[in-house]
């Protein structure tokens, strides 16, 4: 009677080189990930930090604007001179042009001395501005009646609004116009919402000067809310 016979020897010997073969290839493709992985972190790592180069480009070259209390017209009429100070309008927005001829319009400067960040806030918002600095969400002019809103990044390196969570009520933030007027606000509230949820944004402030200042968190899927209200 013929028989084919195996035996045990061969058989785990098989076996062990298909699970050689198997450990191999996931070895191998476990390399590959962290490859990818250490790839990507290190390029969002360089336009992280090429961003905030901008934003601090941008800094660095704004207008050398004295403060709006300081500013003031003075009209002569022949020899009766007469000198009628008036605060000069607000001078709305700035601009930045870089080196690629990318012009970048900004209305505001940002500083939050807590937390150590000092942004211009641009008068527009999208994908590609979010990664140049922080942008102005909605309401009217800065330092002026309403809830003026601005939104930014959440960067775990810190950068833009990545240490918001930090601020606390009673902390300090300020805002500089393009006229110079430069405005303390207080941090009177802090919470987080749905991304749906809009209601921040509100222009009804009872006449007061307000700000808002947006951020992602839980990893994006809600939002970060800190409001100011005027010192």
């Not at 084919?4 to 390399?31: M, P």
């Not at 959440?154 to 805002?175: C, I, P, Q, T």
């Not at 500089?176 to 009177?188: A, C, F, I, P, R």
């Not at 802090?190 to 839980?218: F, H, R, W």
Request: proline fraction near 2%.
């Amino acid at each position: 009677m013929n028989q084919i016979l195996v035996t045990d020897k061969l058989y785990v010997t098989q076996k062990l080189k298909r699970k050689k073969k198997i450990y191999r290839a996931e070895f191998i493709a476990s390399l590959l990930l962290v490859f990818i992985f250490s790839g990507w972190f290190v390029y969002s790592k360089y336009e992280q930090n090429k961003s905030e180069a901008k934003s601090q480009e941008i800094l660095e070259n704004a207008p050398d604007m004295t403060t709006a209390e300081d500013q003031a017209l003075v009209v002569a009429f022949g020899d009766d001179a007469e000198i009628i100070e008036q605060e000069l309008d607000q001078v709305d927005t700035a601009s930045y042009t870089d080196e690629n001829g990318t012009t970048y319009t900004y209305e505001a400067i940002l500083s939050i001395p807590c937390i150590g960040i000092q942004y211009p806030v641009l008068s527009d918002t999208s994908d590609e501005l979010l990664k140049i600095s922080l942008n102005k969400f909605w309401g009217g002019s800065p330092n002026t009646v309403g809830n003026y809103c601005v939104v930014g990044h959440n960067y775990r390196s810190g950068k833009m609004f990545g240490k918001l969570a930090r601020v606390n009520n009673g902390d300090k933030v300020y805002l500089q116009d393009m006229s110079g007027k430069k405005l303390e606000y207080v941090v009177y509230e802090k919470y987080v919402v749905d991304p749906e949820d809009v209601a921040c944004t509100s222009q009804i402030t009872n006449g007061l000067k307000e700000m808002t200042l947006i951020t992602c968190t839980e990893q994006g899927k809600r939002r970060l809310i800190v409001k100011c209200r005027e010192a």
